[in-house]
């Protein structure tokens, strides 16, 4: 029963990792239609930001400035170039996403680095440790502010606005492309937020995005494109499966019942928990 | 106010206009008509900057805005309300307005002037705008592009699908407006609407104006054939 209880916190912490990759992920894949695979490496980029620091606190918002960056740069360099050919940005973003694994490697060696999980986090209450309730804190924090930013100011109204209807949005006076850039620097700056909080669960590697970047994507269609309250529920839900499918078969055994649940799931509702409705004339 | 020379435009290879000019002066309400499928919407889509024009020029207010992009035009006083009753359906009907205000970068009591002129919205601004009926999102629409203070109104079918007594009042506001001194460049398939509203009016055939006119020239027998389906 306890080692029952005991794969609830892990199930919920790694949901909590998922739904911090995934907020980028719902605005990027979901406002711009990119499928951007280069988005795990802005995890890990945040991980090996949390490694040079060596400090976690300070290297959360530095994570976030340097992830954020990252995405800028690539959306301003490459990916705004290709809009509306999501296979040429998907080779594209693939092949940048190697790239950044390469990097990481020349700059930082192959070999797993560990960051020191700082002392107030050890130990826990009940069965809850520290450093799986201060990674809930993270993604319960990420979703408030995203909340906040998308309903409580202009810009995040005008994001919603691209979200809901570009061509509107475009043709209402909003300059979606300033829009699009923002939107890109938020989204891959909590990919690095939630790259600081994974060094506090494993050892951080060149090539931690990718362990996390299907899954996270999962999180998304199953949630419903650009929706909040469809990635939140998402993210829980995919990180229980996943931790208690581990649990009662074997890790490799997990992701085919968890892909498995998803194919079902999409079978059942194609455009996932939540749609965007209106009454239209078509 | 607006002048359009020589334009084509159309969806990548497929040509829809060929070479369409015409003129909105200052104040003036000029009808675009023509049967389906002749280039109405593919034409204000151009004016606007959300299609490419492949030759041609489009010039508002002295000034060549044929490489802007949609937002450059509307700050520069053009007004859109794309066909079909769009609107950002998850926003408030207030959200809706709001948008468009402060990318517009207007004072807040233009949203104010937009209600006046659609009352019918004011005990509807916390309700999503998707939820509202089609006419409710139709007068939507054009309070938001009015948000903007537009010194021109580019006006999509405002009247298609939507049930007649709505009918009336988006055509009251419409004359509210032009007598106000708006300029509006307006694409209407009633022909009694055209003929109430419109100072001069161009009618489109396959991509080409085949005619253009004063209001009174639409009764004649010749006119109307070019309109019938």
Known sequence: MSAFANQLPIGLSIGAVLLLIALGLTFTFGQMGVINMAHGEFIMAGAYTAFLLGDLVPALPVAFLVAGAMGLILERVAIRHFYGRPLDTLLLTWGVSLVLQQLARDLFGAPNVQVPAPSWLAGGVGILPYNRLFIMGLAVAGVVAVWAYLTRTGLGRRTQAVVQNRRLAATSGIDTGRVDMLTFFIGSGLAGVAGVALTLVGPVGPALGTYYIVDAFLVVVAGGLGQLRGAVLAAIGLGLLNSYAEFWSDASLAKVIVLAAIIAFLQVRPQGMFVLRSRALT | ?229
């Open chain 2, 1 to 229: 106010m607006l002048s359009v020379t020589g334009l084509e435009s159309g969806y990548g290879r497929a040509r829809v206009l060929f070479g369409v000019s015409l003129e909105v002066g200052p104040g003036q309400l000029v009808c675009v008509m023509g049967r389906n499928g002749v280039g109405k919407t593919t034409l204000l889509n151009t004016v606007m900057g959300v299609l490419p024009a492949v030759t041609g020029t489009v010039t508002f207010d002295g000034r060549d805005v044929t490489g802007l992009k949609p937002h450059e035009r509307v700050r520069l006083g053009m007004g859109y309300v794309p066909q079909g009753h769009q609107c950002f359906p998850q926003l408030s009907v207030q959200g809706n307005l709001l948008v468009t205000l402060e990318a517009a970068k207007q004072p807040k009591h233009a949203v104010d002037e937009a209600l006046d002129l659609f009352p019918a919205l004011k005990p509807l601004l916390k309700r999503s705008a998707g939820h509202l009926s089609g006419g409710q999102q139709q007068q939507l629409a054009m309070a938001r592009a009015l948000v903007t203070r537009p010194r021109m109104l580019i006006l999509d079918e405002p009247t298609e699908g939507i049930q007649p007594s709505i009918i009336l009042e988006i055509e009251a506001a419409i004359e509210r407006l032009h007598a106000a001194g708006l300029a509006v460049l307006l694409v209407e398939q009633y022909l009694d609407i055209a003929l109430r509203l419109a100072d001069t009016f161009v009618i489109l055939d396959g991509g080409h104006v085949v005619r253009t006119g004063t209001a009174e020239d639409l009764h004649r027998e010749d006119v109307r054939r070019l309109l019938a389906v």
